[in-house]
Protein backbone atom coordinates (compact mmCIF):
# COMPACT_ATOMS: atom_id res chain seq x y z
CA UNK A 1 0.00 0.00 0.00
CA UNK A 2 0.80 3.59 -1.12
CA UNK A 3 2.55 5.44 2.00
CA UNK A 4 -0.12 8.20 2.53
CA UNK A 5 2.56 12.30 2.41
CA UNK A 6 1.45 14.13 4.98
CA UNK A 7 2.56 17.02 6.73
CA UNK A 8 4.04 14.99 9.43
CA UNK A 9 5.92 13.15 7.23
CA UNK A 10 8.37 10.54 8.55
CA UNK A 11 9.29 13.15 11.40
CA UNK A 12 7.48 16.28 11.79
CA UNK A 13 10.26 17.07 14.21
CA UNK A 14 13.29 16.34 12.28
CA UNK A 15 10.97 18.20 8.92
CA UNK A 16 10.80 21.00 11.16
CA UNK A 17 14.48 21.04 11.64
CA UNK A 18 15.32 20.63 8.11
CA UNK A 19 13.05 23.18 6.67
CA UNK A 20 14.77 26.10 9.56
CA UNK A 21 17.94 24.50 7.82
CA UNK A 22 17.07 25.37 4.38
CA UNK A 23 15.48 28.78 4.53
CA UNK A 24 18.82 29.74 7.16
CA UNK A 25 21.16 28.25 4.21
CA UNK A 26 18.76 30.38 2.02
CA UNK A 27 19.31 33.43 3.57
CA UNK A 28 23.05 32.61 3.80
CA UNK A 29 23.21 32.26 -0.28
CA UNK A 30 21.32 35.39 -0.46
CA UNK A 31 23.85 37.40 1.56
CA UNK A 32 26.74 35.75 -0.05
CA UNK A 33 26.08 38.01 -2.83
CA UNK A 34 25.06 40.80 -1.48
CA UNK A 35 27.42 43.59 -1.56
CA UNK A 36 27.07 44.72 1.49
CA UNK A 37 28.76 41.16 2.57
CA UNK A 38 31.41 40.92 0.39
CA UNK A 39 34.60 40.09 2.66
CA UNK A 40 32.27 36.84 3.96
CA UNK A 41 30.82 36.29 0.49
CA UNK A 42 32.93 32.82 0.38
CA UNK A 43 31.91 31.67 3.93
CA UNK A 44 28.15 33.06 3.33
CA UNK A 45 28.15 31.03 0.40
CA UNK A 46 29.78 27.32 1.11
CA UNK A 47 27.89 27.57 4.63
CA UNK A 48 24.39 28.40 2.70
CA UNK A 49 25.31 25.61 -0.04
CA UNK A 50 25.96 23.15 2.94
CA UNK A 51 22.85 23.47 4.72
CA UNK A 52 20.88 23.90 1.55
CA UNK A 53 22.07 20.33 0.24
CA UNK A 54 21.76 18.79 3.25
CA UNK A 55 18.57 20.28 4.65
CA UNK A 56 16.93 19.41 0.92
CA UNK A 57 18.57 15.40 1.07
CA UNK A 58 16.69 15.35 4.52
CA UNK A 59 13.45 16.50 3.41
CA UNK A 60 13.44 14.01 0.63
CA UNK A 61 14.93 11.14 3.05
CA UNK A 62 12.20 11.99 5.93
CA UNK A 63 9.42 12.81 3.20
CA UNK A 64 9.19 16.72 4.40
CA UNK A 65 8.31 17.57 0.99
CA UNK A 66 4.56 18.60 1.44
CA UNK A 67 5.81 20.43 4.93
CA UNK A 68 8.06 22.14 2.96
CA UNK A 69 5.48 23.29 0.44
CA UNK A 70 3.33 24.54 3.17
CA UNK A 71 5.76 26.98 4.55
CA UNK A 72 6.23 27.84 1.32
CA UNK A 73 2.64 28.24 0.18
CA UNK A 74 2.26 30.34 3.55
CA UNK A 75 5.29 33.28 2.53
CA UNK A 76 4.99 32.90 -1.26
CA UNK A 77 0.96 33.53 -0.77
CA UNK A 78 1.39 36.58 1.66
CA UNK A 79 3.68 38.03 -0.37
CA UNK A 80 1.66 37.60 -3.62
CA UNK A 81 -0.86 39.44 -2.03
CA UNK A 82 0.94 42.29 -0.41
CA UNK A 83 2.91 42.89 -3.43
CA UNK A 84 -0.19 42.41 -5.79
CA UNK A 85 -1.74 45.15 -2.99
CA UNK A 86 1.14 47.82 -3.04
CA UNK A 87 0.95 47.57 -7.27
CA UNK A 88 -2.62 47.97 -6.99
CA UNK A 89 -2.40 50.64 -4.68
CA UNK A 90 -0.99 52.76 -7.96
CA UNK A 91 -1.78 50.78 -10.84
CA UNK A 92 -0.89 53.86 -13.11
CA UNK A 93 2.82 54.26 -11.36
CA UNK A 94 3.27 50.59 -11.99
CA UNK A 95 2.24 51.29 -15.98
CA UNK A 96 5.06 53.85 -16.01
CA UNK A 97 7.41 51.43 -15.09
CA UNK A 98 6.44 48.84 -17.61
CA UNK A 99 6.64 51.48 -20.43
CA UNK A 100 9.97 52.10 -19.32
CA UNK A 101 10.73 48.20 -20.29
CA UNK A 102 8.91 47.94 -23.36
CA UNK A 103 10.83 50.94 -24.68
CA UNK A 104 12.97 50.35 -28.11
CA UNK A 105 15.85 50.23 -26.25
CA UNK A 106 15.27 48.72 -22.76
CA UNK A 107 13.80 44.97 -22.55
CA UNK A 108 13.68 44.23 -26.34
CA UNK A 109 17.26 44.71 -27.19
CA UNK A 110 17.66 41.42 -24.98
CA UNK A 111 15.91 39.85 -27.96
CA UNK A 112 17.58 42.06 -30.59
CA UNK A 113 20.71 40.31 -29.37
CA UNK A 114 20.41 36.95 -28.83
CA UNK A 115 18.35 36.35 -31.60
CA UNK A 116 19.47 38.45 -34.13
CA UNK A 117 16.63 40.30 -34.25
CA UNK A 118 16.96 43.97 -34.79
CA UNK A 119 13.79 44.95 -35.45
CA UNK A 120 12.04 43.66 -33.11
CA UNK A 121 9.79 46.07 -30.71
CA UNK A 122 7.68 45.66 -27.34
CA UNK A 123 6.40 49.54 -27.89
CA UNK A 124 3.44 48.17 -29.10
CA UNK A 125 2.76 47.20 -25.55
CA UNK A 126 3.24 50.80 -23.93
CA UNK A 127 -0.75 51.26 -25.25
CA UNK A 128 -1.69 48.53 -22.98
CA UNK A 129 0.85 49.27 -20.08
CA UNK A 130 -2.61 49.99 -17.54
CA UNK A 131 -4.17 47.20 -18.63
CA UNK A 132 -1.29 45.30 -18.48
CA UNK A 133 -0.75 46.40 -14.75
CA UNK A 134 -4.25 45.98 -13.67
CA UNK A 135 -3.99 42.32 -14.83
CA UNK A 136 -0.68 41.85 -13.05
CA UNK A 137 -2.00 43.35 -9.86
CA UNK A 138 -5.23 41.47 -9.65
CA UNK A 139 -3.27 37.98 -11.03
CA UNK A 140 -1.16 38.11 -7.96
CA UNK A 141 -3.72 38.51 -5.59
CA UNK A 142 -5.70 35.79 -6.97
CA UNK A 143 -2.55 33.45 -7.15
CA UNK A 144 -1.83 34.24 -3.73
CA UNK A 145 -5.69 33.66 -1.93
CA UNK A 146 -5.90 29.98 -3.68
CA UNK A 147 -2.05 29.53 -3.14
CA UNK A 148 -3.03 29.62 0.49
CA UNK A 149 -6.61 28.09 0.96
CA UNK A 150 -5.00 25.14 -1.40
CA UNK A 151 -7.47 25.87 -4.31
CA UNK A 152 -6.48 24.80 -8.23
CA UNK A 153 -2.73 24.07 -7.28
CA UNK A 154 -2.00 22.13 -10.28
CA UNK A 155 -2.86 25.64 -12.09
CA UNK A 156 -2.22 27.62 -9.79
CA UNK A 157 1.62 26.49 -9.36
CA UNK A 158 2.13 26.51 -12.96
CA UNK A 159 0.76 30.27 -13.22
CA UNK A 160 3.16 31.40 -10.07
CA UNK A 161 5.87 29.38 -12.01
CA UNK A 162 5.70 31.03 -15.25
CA UNK A 163 5.39 34.53 -13.58
CA UNK A 164 8.08 34.37 -11.13
CA UNK A 165 10.12 33.13 -14.24
CA UNK A 166 9.33 36.51 -16.10
CA UNK A 167 9.66 38.27 -13.42
CA UNK A 168 13.17 36.88 -12.83
CA UNK A 169 14.20 37.57 -16.62
CA UNK A 170 13.30 40.91 -15.77
CA UNK A 171 15.23 41.86 -12.66
CA UNK A 172 18.03 40.13 -14.19
CA UNK A 173 17.76 42.09 -17.23
CA UNK A 174 17.83 45.19 -15.00
CA UNK A 175 20.68 43.78 -12.46
CA UNK A 176 23.20 43.38 -15.54
CA UNK A 177 22.50 45.72 -17.67
CA UNK A 178 25.05 47.84 -19.62
CA UNK A 179 24.56 50.97 -20.83
CA UNK A 180 27.74 51.20 -22.51
CA UNK A 181 27.70 48.14 -24.87
CA UNK A 182 25.55 49.12 -28.04
CA UNK A 183 23.11 47.14 -30.28
CA UNK A 184 21.62 47.12 -33.58
CA UNK A 185 17.97 48.53 -33.85
CA UNK A 186 16.10 48.58 -37.06
CA UNK A 187 14.23 51.61 -37.39
CA UNK A 188 11.81 52.23 -40.33
CA UNK A 189 11.20 55.93 -41.34
CA UNK A 190 8.70 57.03 -43.85
CA UNK A 191 10.26 58.46 -47.25
CA UNK A 192 8.54 61.97 -46.29
CA UNK A 193 9.40 62.46 -42.58
CA UNK A 194 12.96 64.58 -42.42
CA UNK A 195 14.47 61.93 -40.16
CA UNK A 196 14.58 59.90 -43.00
CA UNK A 197 16.76 62.19 -44.50
CA UNK A 198 18.96 62.79 -41.49
CA UNK A 199 19.63 59.22 -41.38
CA UNK A 200 20.63 59.12 -45.29
CA UNK A 201 23.54 61.78 -44.99
CA UNK A 202 24.39 60.39 -41.61
CA UNK A 203 24.76 57.13 -43.00
CA UNK A 204 27.96 58.60 -45.49
CA UNK A 205 29.88 58.96 -43.06
CA UNK A 206 29.01 57.23 -39.81
CA UNK A 207 29.77 53.71 -39.92
CA UNK A 208 27.32 52.84 -37.00
CA UNK A 209 24.30 53.82 -39.45
CA UNK A 210 23.68 51.26 -41.86
CA UNK A 211 21.21 51.97 -44.57
CA UNK A 212 18.93 48.40 -45.42
CA UNK A 213 16.61 49.07 -47.73
CA UNK A 214 15.15 52.50 -49.38
CA UNK A 215 12.42 52.67 -51.95
CA UNK A 216 10.54 55.60 -52.77
CA UNK A 217 8.05 55.72 -49.59
CA UNK A 218 9.92 53.61 -46.96
CA UNK A 219 13.77 54.07 -45.51
CA UNK A 220 15.16 50.98 -43.31
CA UNK A 221 18.07 51.62 -41.40
CA UNK A 222 19.81 49.67 -38.90
CA UNK A 223 21.75 51.76 -36.36
CA UNK A 224 24.24 51.46 -33.58
CA UNK A 225 22.39 52.12 -30.37
CA UNK A 226 22.68 52.16 -26.88
CA UNK A 227 20.27 50.18 -24.48
CA UNK A 228 18.26 52.25 -22.05
CA UNK A 229 18.88 50.23 -18.82
CA UNK A 230 16.40 50.99 -15.91
CA UNK A 231 17.39 51.26 -12.44
CA UNK A 232 14.53 50.59 -10.31
CA UNK A 233 12.76 47.22 -11.19
CA UNK A 234 9.53 48.65 -9.46
CA UNK A 235 8.75 45.59 -8.09
CA UNK A 236 7.17 47.00 -4.60
CA UNK A 237 6.07 50.31 -6.75
CA UNK A 238 7.12 53.68 -4.83
CA UNK A 239 6.20 51.74 -1.42
CA UNK A 240 10.28 50.50 -0.21
CA UNK A 241 10.95 54.54 -0.99
CA UNK A 242 8.40 55.77 0.55
CA UNK A 243 8.70 53.56 3.68
CA UNK A 244 12.07 51.78 4.23
CA UNK A 245 13.91 55.41 2.28
CA UNK A 246 15.21 53.50 -0.98
CA UNK A 247 14.19 50.46 -3.63
CA UNK A 248 15.43 47.30 -3.51
CA UNK A 249 19.24 47.54 -5.66
CA UNK A 250 18.97 45.98 -8.60
CA UNK A 251 20.60 42.60 -7.19
CA UNK A 252 18.39 42.70 -4.20
CA UNK A 253 15.31 42.40 -7.04
CA UNK A 254 17.16 39.83 -9.00
CA UNK A 255 17.75 37.64 -5.75
CA UNK A 256 14.76 38.60 -4.26
CA UNK A 257 13.11 36.58 -7.17
CA UNK A 258 15.14 33.86 -7.59
CA UNK A 259 14.40 33.10 -3.59
CA UNK A 260 10.40 33.35 -4.64
CA UNK A 261 11.25 30.84 -7.73
CA UNK A 262 13.05 28.32 -5.33
CA UNK A 263 9.82 28.41 -2.42
CA UNK A 264 7.58 28.38 -5.85
CA UNK A 265 9.32 25.02 -7.16
CA UNK A 266 8.48 23.46 -4.25
CA UNK A 267 5.16 24.30 -4.10
CA UNK A 268 5.19 22.63 -7.91
CA UNK A 269 7.10 19.96 -7.03
CA UNK A 270 4.68 18.77 -4.49
CA UNK A 271 1.43 19.73 -6.28
CA UNK A 272 0.26 16.63 -6.93
CA UNK A 273 0.46 15.89 -3.36
CA UNK A 274 -1.42 19.47 -2.02
CA UNK A 275 -5.10 18.92 -1.27
CA UNK A 276 -7.75 21.57 -1.17
CA UNK A 277 -7.65 22.63 2.69
CA UNK A 278 -9.64 20.96 5.22
CA UNK A 279 -11.64 23.53 7.70
CA UNK A 280 -8.76 23.09 10.58
CA UNK A 281 -6.16 23.37 7.56
CA UNK A 282 -7.76 26.46 6.54
CA UNK A 283 -7.65 28.07 10.07
CA UNK A 284 -3.88 27.10 10.20
CA UNK A 285 -3.01 28.46 6.81
CA UNK A 286 -5.08 31.40 7.28
CA UNK A 287 -3.76 32.10 10.58
CA UNK A 288 0.03 31.74 9.19
CA UNK A 289 0.11 33.56 6.62
CA UNK A 290 -1.40 36.47 8.19
CA UNK A 291 1.63 36.99 9.96
CA UNK A 292 3.33 37.21 6.88
CA UNK A 293 1.16 39.85 5.30
CA UNK A 294 1.52 41.83 8.35
CA UNK A 295 5.10 41.58 8.65
CA UNK A 296 5.21 42.98 5.36
CA UNK A 297 2.66 45.67 6.12
CA UNK A 298 4.41 46.48 9.20
CA UNK A 299 7.81 47.42 6.46
CA UNK A 300 5.64 49.06 4.13
CA UNK A 301 3.97 51.11 6.67
CA UNK A 302 0.67 50.36 5.33
CA UNK A 303 -1.60 48.63 7.09
CA UNK A 304 -4.55 48.17 4.71
CA UNK A 305 -3.22 44.86 3.25
CA UNK A 306 -3.88 43.58 6.36
CA UNK A 307 -7.55 43.85 6.54
CA UNK A 308 -7.76 43.16 2.54
CA UNK A 309 -5.58 40.25 2.91
CA UNK A 310 -8.35 38.75 5.74
CA UNK A 311 -11.02 39.79 3.93
CA UNK A 312 -9.96 38.26 0.87
CA UNK A 313 -9.32 35.19 2.56
CA UNK A 314 -12.60 34.94 4.58
CA UNK A 315 -14.20 36.20 2.05
CA UNK A 316 -12.75 33.18 -0.58
CA UNK A 317 -13.46 30.40 2.26
CA UNK A 318 -17.44 32.27 2.88
CA UNK A 319 -17.62 31.81 -1.39
CA UNK A 320 -16.75 28.31 -1.24
CA UNK A 321 -19.69 27.71 1.46
CA UNK A 322 -22.20 29.64 0.45
CA UNK A 323 -21.62 29.81 -3.32
CA UNK A 324 -23.71 26.86 -4.53
CA UNK A 325 -23.02 25.00 -8.11
CA UNK A 326 -22.09 27.86 -9.95
CA UNK A 327 -19.86 29.97 -7.60
CA UNK A 328 -19.06 27.30 -4.62
CA UNK A 329 -15.72 26.61 -6.43
CA UNK A 330 -12.30 27.49 -7.20
CA UNK A 331 -13.32 29.71 -9.87
CA UNK A 332 -15.84 31.46 -7.80
CA UNK A 333 -13.05 32.15 -5.28
CA UNK A 334 -11.12 33.52 -8.29
CA UNK A 335 -13.90 35.37 -9.15
CA UNK A 336 -14.73 36.97 -5.91
CA UNK A 337 -10.83 38.18 -4.95
CA UNK A 338 -10.73 39.14 -8.50
CA UNK A 339 -13.87 41.96 -8.53
CA UNK A 340 -12.63 42.84 -4.36
CA UNK A 341 -9.42 43.54 -6.27
CA UNK A 342 -11.53 45.03 -9.49
CA UNK A 343 -13.19 47.66 -6.48
CA UNK A 344 -10.45 48.54 -5.53
CA UNK A 345 -8.16 49.11 -8.52
CA UNK A 346 -11.50 51.25 -9.93
CA UNK A 347 -11.55 53.63 -6.64
CA UNK A 348 -7.35 54.39 -7.09
CA UNK A 349 -7.78 54.70 -10.53
CA UNK A 350 -10.99 57.44 -10.33
CA UNK A 351 -9.26 59.15 -7.48
CA UNK A 352 -5.47 58.74 -5.77
CA UNK A 353 -3.91 56.35 -4.29
CA UNK A 354 -4.98 54.86 -0.92
CA UNK A 355 -1.19 55.27 0.41
CA UNK A 356 0.41 57.65 -1.12
CA UNK A 357 4.55 56.74 -0.81
CA UNK A 358 5.66 59.67 -3.62
CA UNK A 359 7.63 62.96 -2.12
CA UNK A 360 4.37 64.82 -2.78
CA UNK A 361 1.68 63.21 -0.33
CA UNK A 362 -0.21 64.81 2.15
CA UNK A 363 2.10 65.98 5.03
CA UNK A 364 5.59 66.28 3.24
CA UNK A 365 7.51 68.55 3.85
CA UNK A 366 8.60 69.86 0.10
CA UNK A 367 12.26 71.87 1.49
CA UNK A 368 13.16 68.54 3.49
CA UNK A 369 12.64 66.47 0.51
CA UNK A 370 14.76 68.68 -1.51
CA UNK A 371 17.33 68.10 1.10
CA UNK A 372 17.17 64.52 1.64
CA UNK A 373 20.12 63.15 -0.90
CA UNK A 374 23.01 62.00 0.44
CA UNK A 375 26.40 63.32 -1.64
CA UNK A 376 28.01 59.42 -2.16
CA UNK A 377 31.85 59.03 -1.22
CA UNK A 378 33.81 56.30 -3.56
CA UNK A 379 37.05 55.29 -3.12
CA UNK A 380 39.78 54.13 -5.69
CA UNK A 381 40.89 49.92 -5.96
CA UNK A 382 43.13 48.49 -7.32
CA UNK A 383 42.20 45.25 -8.44
CA UNK A 384 45.39 42.38 -8.98
CA UNK A 385 45.18 39.15 -10.65
CA UNK A 386 47.04 36.31 -9.04
CA UNK A 387 48.56 34.97 -12.51
CA UNK A 388 48.52 31.16 -11.41
CA UNK A 389 44.77 30.77 -9.85
CA UNK A 390 43.18 33.45 -10.93
CA UNK A 391 42.13 35.25 -7.84
CA UNK A 392 41.49 38.56 -7.30
CA UNK A 393 42.26 40.62 -4.55
CA UNK A 394 40.96 44.52 -4.07
CA UNK A 395 43.39 47.17 -2.10
CA UNK A 396 42.59 50.91 -1.69
CA UNK A 397 44.92 53.03 -3.70
CA UNK A 398 45.93 54.86 -0.51
CA UNK A 399 46.04 52.24 2.24
CA UNK A 400 48.92 51.15 4.25
CA UNK A 401 47.85 47.63 3.62
CA UNK A 402 48.62 48.20 -0.03
CA UNK A 403 51.88 49.91 0.15
CA UNK A 404 53.29 47.46 3.16
CA UNK A 405 51.86 44.01 0.64
CA UNK A 406 54.40 45.40 -2.54
CA UNK A 407 51.88 42.99 -4.48
CA UNK A 408 53.71 44.78 -7.67
CA UNK A 409 57.01 43.25 -6.87
CA UNK A 410 54.67 39.95 -6.73
CA UNK A 411 55.57 37.92 -10.16
CA UNK A 412 52.74 35.82 -9.28
CA UNK A 413 50.34 38.92 -9.06
CA UNK A 414 49.51 41.20 -11.95
CA UNK A 415 47.76 44.55 -12.05
CA UNK A 416 44.09 43.96 -13.67
CA UNK A 417 42.05 47.21 -13.31
CA UNK A 418 41.03 50.80 -10.83
CA UNK A 419 37.44 49.97 -9.74
CA UNK A 420 35.59 53.02 -7.52
CA UNK A 421 34.07 51.58 -4.64
CA UNK A 422 31.01 53.09 -2.59
CA UNK A 423 31.63 54.40 0.36
CA UNK A 424 28.29 56.06 1.65
CA UNK A 425 26.16 55.27 -1.98
CA UNK A 426 24.86 58.67 -3.43
CA UNK A 427 21.04 59.26 -2.56
CA UNK A 428 19.22 61.73 -4.89
CA UNK A 429 16.77 63.95 -3.39
CA UNK A 430 13.81 62.82 -2.93
CA UNK A 431 12.68 66.09 -5.30
CA UNK A 432 14.87 67.41 -7.39
CA UNK A 433 15.36 69.62 -9.62
CA UNK A 434 12.68 68.70 -12.25
CA UNK A 435 10.33 70.31 -9.84
CA UNK A 436 10.87 73.78 -11.24
CA UNK A 437 7.33 75.50 -12.97
CA UNK A 438 8.89 78.39 -15.12
CA UNK A 439 7.50 80.59 -17.82
CA UNK A 440 9.86 82.19 -20.33
CA UNK A 441 10.01 86.09 -19.92
CA UNK A 442 8.88 86.59 -23.38
CA UNK A 443 6.02 84.81 -22.29
CA UNK A 444 4.44 86.55 -18.81
CA UNK A 445 1.47 87.66 -19.19
CA UNK A 446 -1.05 89.95 -17.04
CA UNK A 447 -2.14 86.70 -14.99
CA UNK A 448 1.14 86.25 -14.55
CA UNK A 449 2.23 89.41 -13.10
CA UNK A 450 -0.66 89.40 -10.26
CA UNK A 451 1.94 86.95 -8.40
CA UNK A 452 4.21 88.96 -6.64
CA UNK A 453 7.17 86.57 -7.18
CA UNK A 454 6.96 87.47 -11.08
CA UNK A 455 6.40 91.03 -10.60
CA UNK A 456 10.00 91.57 -8.50
CA UNK A 457 11.52 89.07 -10.67
CA UNK A 458 10.63 90.70 -13.89
CA UNK A 459 11.53 94.14 -12.09
CA UNK A 460 15.18 92.53 -11.22
CA UNK A 461 15.55 92.30 -15.25
CA UNK A 462 16.03 95.73 -15.58
CA UNK A 463 19.88 96.16 -15.48
CA UNK A 464 21.94 99.37 -16.37
CA UNK A 465 22.85 99.29 -20.18
CA UNK A 466 25.08 101.25 -22.81
CA UNK A 467 23.23 102.02 -26.39
CA UNK A 468 26.55 102.11 -28.39
CA UNK A 469 26.69 103.14 -32.10
CA UNK A 470 28.55 100.60 -34.42
CA UNK A 471 30.39 103.56 -37.39
CA UNK A 472 31.40 100.90 -39.28
CA UNK A 473 27.93 99.24 -39.49
CA UNK A 474 25.81 101.96 -39.04
CA UNK A 475 23.70 100.23 -36.46
CA UNK A 476 22.90 100.73 -33.04
CA UNK A 477 23.53 97.82 -30.46
CA UNK A 478 23.16 97.58 -26.68
CA UNK A 479 24.70 96.01 -23.92
CA UNK A 480 24.36 95.37 -20.11
CA UNK A 481 26.29 97.95 -18.39
CA UNK A 482 28.99 95.06 -16.21
CA UNK A 483 29.69 93.65 -19.71
CA UNK A 484 31.20 97.28 -21.15
CA UNK A 485 35.24 97.07 -20.53
CA UNK A 486 36.52 101.12 -20.98
CA UNK A 487 39.84 99.83 -21.29
CA UNK A 488 39.44 97.91 -24.16
CA UNK A 489 36.25 100.36 -25.36
CA UNK A 490 37.31 101.26 -28.88
CA UNK A 491 35.99 104.52 -29.41
CA UNK A 492 36.88 105.16 -33.55
CA UNK A 493 34.51 101.94 -33.80
CA UNK A 494 32.06 102.86 -31.51
CA UNK A 495 30.24 105.79 -29.83
CA UNK A 496 28.58 105.91 -26.50
CA UNK A 497 25.33 107.35 -27.32
CA UNK A 498 23.32 107.11 -24.22
CA UNK A 499 22.78 105.34 -20.85
CA UNK A 500 19.59 103.22 -20.85
CA UNK A 501 17.84 100.16 -19.03
CA UNK A 502 17.65 96.91 -20.82
CA UNK A 503 16.65 93.62 -19.98
CA UNK A 504 19.11 91.01 -18.32
CA UNK A 505 20.31 88.47 -21.49
CA UNK A 506 21.33 86.32 -19.52
CA UNK A 507 18.21 85.46 -17.95
CA UNK A 508 15.47 83.94 -20.47
CA UNK A 509 12.78 82.59 -17.75
CA UNK A 510 11.05 82.67 -14.78
CA UNK A 511 10.84 80.40 -11.55
CA UNK A 512 8.38 80.08 -9.04
CA UNK A 513 10.08 76.89 -7.40
CA UNK A 514 11.24 79.45 -4.39
CA UNK A 515 7.95 80.92 -4.35
CA UNK A 516 5.69 78.15 -4.15
CA UNK A 517 7.73 76.44 -1.23
CA UNK A 518 8.82 79.36 0.58
CA UNK A 519 4.81 80.93 0.44
CA UNK A 520 2.51 80.82 4.10
CA UNK A 521 -0.27 79.49 2.23
CA UNK A 522 -0.23 78.16 -1.67
CA UNK A 523 -2.64 76.84 -3.92
CA UNK A 524 -1.69 74.62 -6.83
CA UNK A 525 -3.24 73.20 -9.79
CA UNK A 526 -1.60 70.09 -11.65
CA UNK A 527 -1.77 68.61 -14.90
CA UNK A 528 0.65 66.46 -16.34
CA UNK A 529 -0.86 66.71 -19.86
CA UNK A 530 -3.51 69.38 -20.96
CA UNK A 531 -5.44 67.28 -24.05
CA UNK A 532 -5.42 63.88 -21.72
CA UNK A 533 -6.71 65.20 -18.52
CA UNK A 534 -10.49 65.26 -17.74
CA UNK A 535 -11.78 68.90 -17.01
CA UNK A 536 -15.28 68.28 -15.95
CA UNK A 537 -15.13 70.15 -12.73
CA UNK A 538 -12.86 73.08 -13.93
CA UNK A 539 -15.91 75.20 -12.74
CA UNK A 540 -15.07 74.59 -9.09
CA UNK A 541 -11.33 75.21 -10.14
CA UNK A 542 -12.03 78.74 -10.94
CA UNK A 543 -14.37 79.10 -8.03
CA UNK A 544 -11.64 78.21 -5.80
CA UNK A 545 -9.05 80.74 -8.11
CA UNK A 546 -11.70 83.70 -7.09
CA UNK A 547 -11.70 82.61 -3.40
CA UNK A 548 -7.88 82.65 -3.52
CA UNK A 549 -7.78 85.95 -4.74
CA UNK A 550 -10.26 87.18 -2.18
CA UNK A 551 -7.95 85.80 0.33
CA UNK A 552 -4.55 86.78 -1.52
CA UNK A 553 -3.43 83.66 -1.90
CA UNK A 554 -1.24 82.34 -4.92
CA UNK A 555 -3.36 79.99 -7.42
CA UNK A 556 -1.52 78.74 -9.90
CA UNK A 557 -1.33 75.90 -12.34
CA UNK A 558 1.54 74.61 -13.95
CA UNK A 559 1.89 71.75 -16.59
CA UNK A 560 3.66 70.50 -19.52
CA UNK A 561 2.75 72.07 -22.74
CA UNK A 562 3.44 74.24 -25.13
CA UNK A 563 2.64 78.07 -24.79
CA UNK A 564 0.32 77.90 -27.76
CA UNK A 565 -1.08 75.35 -26.29
CA UNK A 566 -1.62 77.07 -23.29
CA UNK A 567 -3.25 79.83 -24.61
CA UNK A 568 -5.47 78.15 -26.55
CA UNK A 569 -6.87 76.63 -23.20
CA UNK A 570 -6.92 79.56 -21.81
CA UNK A 571 -9.32 81.10 -24.25
CA UNK A 572 -11.53 77.46 -24.87
CA UNK A 573 -12.29 77.39 -20.65
CA UNK A 574 -11.87 81.27 -20.33
CA UNK A 575 -9.23 80.08 -17.37
CA UNK A 576 -7.54 83.34 -15.97
CA UNK A 577 -5.07 81.79 -13.66
CA UNK A 578 -1.38 82.05 -13.93
CA UNK A 579 0.31 78.81 -15.99
CA UNK A 580 3.30 78.02 -15.67
CA UNK A 581 5.36 74.77 -17.42
CA UNK A 582 7.22 72.17 -15.62
CA UNK A 583 8.83 68.23 -16.45
CA UNK A 584 5.86 65.90 -17.25
CA UNK A 585 7.72 63.57 -15.41
CA UNK A 586 7.74 65.20 -11.94
CA UNK A 587 4.07 65.88 -13.22
CA UNK A 588 3.24 62.03 -12.99
CA UNK A 589 5.06 62.03 -9.61
CA UNK A 590 3.04 64.95 -7.87
CA UNK A 591 -0.08 63.30 -8.62
CA UNK A 592 -1.36 60.24 -10.45
CA UNK A 593 -4.50 62.48 -11.07
CA UNK A 594 -5.16 64.82 -13.91
CA UNK A 595 -6.01 67.23 -12.95
CA UNK A 596 -4.98 67.34 -9.22
CA UNK A 597 -5.43 70.57 -6.49
CA UNK A 598 -3.06 70.55 -4.05
CA UNK A 599 -2.72 73.31 -1.39
CA UNK A 600 0.49 73.54 0.48
CA UNK A 601 1.40 75.88 3.31
CA UNK A 602 4.71 76.71 4.60
CA UNK A 603 6.21 74.08 2.39
CA UNK A 604 4.08 71.13 3.74
CA UNK A 605 1.28 69.56 2.02
CA UNK A 606 -1.74 70.13 3.30
CA UNK A 607 -4.09 69.05 0.98
CA UNK A 608 -4.42 67.22 -2.33
CA UNK A 609 -7.54 66.37 -4.43
CA UNK A 610 -8.29 64.17 -7.62
CA UNK A 611 -10.20 65.79 -10.35
CA UNK A 612 -13.19 63.50 -9.23
CA UNK A 613 -13.24 64.76 -5.68
CA UNK A 614 -12.40 68.31 -6.02
CA UNK A 615 -14.33 70.76 -3.35
CA UNK A 616 -16.71 73.22 -4.13
CA UNK A 617 -16.07 77.03 -3.45
CA UNK A 618 -17.93 76.76 0.04
CA UNK A 619 -15.70 72.82 1.23
CA UNK A 620 -12.51 74.73 0.00
CA UNK A 621 -12.78 77.74 2.18
CA UNK A 622 -14.28 76.28 5.11
CA UNK A 623 -11.40 74.00 4.85
CA UNK A 624 -7.86 75.71 3.86
CA UNK A 625 -9.16 79.18 4.01
CA UNK A 626 -10.86 79.72 7.52
Known sequence: MKEKITVQGKSLIFNLIFVLLNLTGLTLMVLGFHEKFEEQATLYRLLGTILMLLSISGLIIFRGKYLMSSVSRVIVGGLFIVSGLVKANDPIGFSYKLEEYFEDGALAFRIKEWFSAPGFSMEFFMDYALLLSVVICIAEIVLGVLTIIGGKIKLVSYSMLLMMIFFTFLTWHTANCDGTVKFVDRDTYAMTDPIAQMKIDEAKDNNEITIVSQTATELVVDEMKMP?????????????????????????????????????????????????????????????????IIFFSWIFGWYFPVFFGLASLIGALWVLRVGGKFLGNYYGVALFVSMLCGVMVWYVLSYLPLKDYRAYAVGSNLIEKMNDGVEGVYESMLVYKNTKTGELVEYSATSTEYNESKIWDDKDWAYES???????????????????????????????????????????????????????????????????????YDSESFIILDTITIKNPNITEISIRDYIIHADRFVLVSSKNLDEADWRNIDKLKEIQIACEEAKIPFVMMCSASRDRINEFKRKHNFTAPIFVNDETELKAISRSNPSLLVIEKSVVKGKYSFRSTPTKKEFIIKHLN
Do not use: H
Open 228 to 292: QCVDDCGCFGDAMKGSVGRSLTPNESFWKDIVLVYLVLWIFVAQFVIKPNTRKENMIFVATSMIV
Open 418 to 488: MVQKAIVPTKIPSITDQFNPFIGIDEVSNNEMKLDSVAIQMAALNIPGLRLNDVYGETEVEIPMNEFNLTD
